[in-house]
C-alpha cells in the first residue's frame, strides 16, 4: 500500500494544521449526543481506537460522544446508517477499508461510499500480521507454509468476516504461496481470537490493532507482517517480502467520516478537532503501542487515498474470485 513520504505527510499536515476552522462549528452541532458508528464488535482494533477519539472529542465539543457498535455485512450496516443520518455533524463513522474499499465490491449497498460519506482525516494505519496459537507447532511461516502444503484445504484460518482485511490477506496469501486453507468469518476479530487461541482454529491474518494484545500477553505467536517493512512494536517479526513471498501488501487503515452533505464549516471544524486529538501525545502512544502509524493526511489527501484503496481492493477481489456468500 503505497502512502505518502513522511515529508510530504508532515507538510500536509502542516499546511492544514495552518488553515483556520470555523471557531463555532462546536456551537453550530444540534444539542443531541454526538454518536461515533462502529461496524464491528465491541474489543477488537475499531472499537478502541473510537473510544479514544469519544473521550478526546467530547471536552472539546461540549456534547457527549458515544460509540455505537453496528456489527455485520462487512461493516457495512454502521457505513449505511451513517450515510443515511441527518447532516449535521452529530454522526460520525469510524471505518477501515473494509466498508470504504471493499465491501462495495461484493455487496450491493444502498449507499454510495465514495459520495454518501465526507472522509474527515485518516487516523491510523495498522499493518496485518500473520498470527497463531502460542500453542500451535508452527514456529515459523516455513513451517506453517510446508504444513499448509502438505495437507491442503484442511487448516482453517479466521477472518472479522466476509470481505473484511483479513479475509483479503488470506486469500492474498494463499495465492502467492499457491496454499489452500478454510476461511472462516467472524462478527468480530475479538470473537475469533477465542477459536484461535483454544485451537479450533489455525491462524488469522489479523491487524496489528486487534492481535497486539494477545502478542504482548503471549498468546499469540506473529510469524510475519504483511506491509512492505517491519513494525516498529513488532521488530523481531519479518515481513513477508523477506521470507520470500511477494506481492503481498495489506494494511488496516482506519478513517473518521461524517454524513455526506454536513456543512462545511462543521466538517472542516472536525477535521482541525481530529488534527488535535492526533497531534496528543498519549494519542500517538496508544496507536504506536497498537503496531500503528498516526495518520497524517488531510481531509482531501485521505480522500484520494480513499479512491485509490478502492481501485486497488477492487482488482485483488477480482483476483482472489472472492464472492459475497454468508453475507
Known amino acids: 500500500m503505497a502512502f505518502p513520504t513522511r515529508r510530504q505527510a508532515a507538510l500536509s499536515l502542516l499546511v492544514f494544521a495552518c488553515t483556520a476552522a470555523a471557531p463555532a462549528f462546536a456551537q453550530a452541532l444540534p444539542d443531541k449526543p454526538v454518536r461515533i458508528m462502529v461496524g464491528a ?18 471536552p472539546d465539543l461540549k456534547q457527549t460522544v458515544v460509540v455505537e457498535n453496528r456489527p455485520g455485512a462487512s461493516n457495512t450496516i454502521a457505513a449505511e446508517i451513517t450515510a443515511k443520518a441527518t447532516a449535521d455533524g452529530t454522526t460520525l463513522l469510524l471505518a477501515t477499508n473494509t466498508a470504504q474499499a471493499i465491501a462495495p465490491h ?7 461510499p465514495l459520495k454518501d460519506l465526507q472522509p ?69 476479530s475479538a470473537q475469533a481470537h477465542v477459536d484461535i487461541i483454544g485451537g479450533d482454529v489455525t491462524m488469522m491474518f489479523d491487524s496489528t490493532s486487534s492481535a497486539m494484545g494477545q502478542i504482548k500477553s503471549g498468546k499469540f505467536r506473529p510469524l510475519a507482517v504483511m506491509s512492505d517493512h ?64 498516526v495518520g497524517t493526511l488531510t481531509a482531501d489527501a ?20 472472492i464472492k459475497a456468500e454468508g453475507l
Open 106 to 112: 461484493l455487496l450491493k449497498l444502498k449507499f454510495d
Open 230 to 293: 517491519r513494525a516498529a512494536e513488532l521488530p523481531d517479526v519479518p515481513t513477508m517480502f523477506e521470507l520470500g513471498i511477494k506481492g503481498i501488501d495489506v494494511s488496516t487503515w482506519y478513517g473518521l467520516y461524517v454524513t455526506g452533505g454536513t456543512p462545511k464549516p462543521v466538517v472542516d471544524g472536525l477535521t482541525s478537532e481530529l488534527v488535535k486529538v492526533l497531534k496528543l501525545p498519549d494519542v500517538q502512544a496508544r496507536i504506536k503501542g497498537m503496531g500503528g502509524e
Open 120 to 188: 474527515i482525516g485518516l487516523v491510523a494505519v495498522m499493518p496485518n500480521v500473520l498470527v497463531v496459537s502460542a500453542a500451535s507447532p508452527y514456529k515459523s511461516l516455513k513451517d506453517l507454509v510446508a504444513a499448509m502444503t502438505a495437507q491442503p484445504g484442511q487448516m482453517k484460518y479466521a477472518s472479522s468476516g466476509i470481505g473484511s482485511t483479513q479475509h483479503i490477506a488470506g486469500e492474498a496469501f494463499g495465492l502467492a504461496t499457491g496454499t489452500k486453507s478454510i476461511h472462516v468469518p467472524y462478527k468480530g
Open 302 to 321: 485521505f480522500a484520494d487515498m480513499n479512491r485509490q484503496e478502492f481501485e486497488r481492493f477492487r482488482k485483488l477481489v477480482k483476483d482472489a474470485n
Open 41 to 58: 464488535s465491541p474489543g477488537g482494533g475499531t472499537d478502541i481506537l473510537a473510544r479514544m477519539l469519544a473521550d478526546k472529542f467530547a
